[in-house]
């Protein structure tokens, strides 16, 4: 990005306004990756979404996003992906949502990259909440998508998805 406002001339009109802003973006995923981390070995429970009784996938990055950044995000990881920007994978970012065909439908699973080429998410009954890599070959062949929550506006689900 900085290139790209370089080459057009406005680094230099934006200077510490650009930089304050990417910080702040830098600064708050960071903390929502840290704080998802804080959740380690909490047990998969179906339906879930508290650290106390455990959590699905959907219902973690929710709590996570609710607690880190007071986005309340879609409560199914398929509501999740239709409520957030479109990315590339090679655009993926900490804080970042990808997502993943694991019962035969898309985006059935979701979970919060955490940068080089892994991500946290609570996986399955049995399981716990768990860092893993995205380039081991079941994930390779079940990623369905990248997503961006955008950090300006809150993502809310309508009434009738809560």
Known sequence: MDAFL???GLMSRLGEQWQ???DSVGL???GLVMNAMGFLGVPYKFGGNTAEGGFDCSGFV??????????????????QAAATQVIDRSELKPGDL?????????????GIYVGDG???????????VRV?????AYWQKRFNGARR??????????????
């Open 6 to 8: 370089e080459d057009r």
């Open 20 to 22: 304050n802003a990417r």
């Open 28 to 30: 708050r995923a960071s």
């Open 62 to 79: 929710r709590a996570v996003f609710e607690e880190s950044l007071g986005k309340v995000l879609p409560r199914r990881a398929d509501e």
């Open 98 to 110: 990808v997502f993943f065909n694991t019962m035969k439908r898309a985006f059935s699973h979701v």
């Open 118 to 128: 892994k991500f946290i998410h609570s996986p399955r009954a049995g399981s716990h």
């Open 132 to 136: 893993e890599d995205m380039r081991m």
């Open 149 to 162: 929550v955008p950090m300006t506006a809150g993502v809310e689900a309508p009434a009738t998805m809560r």
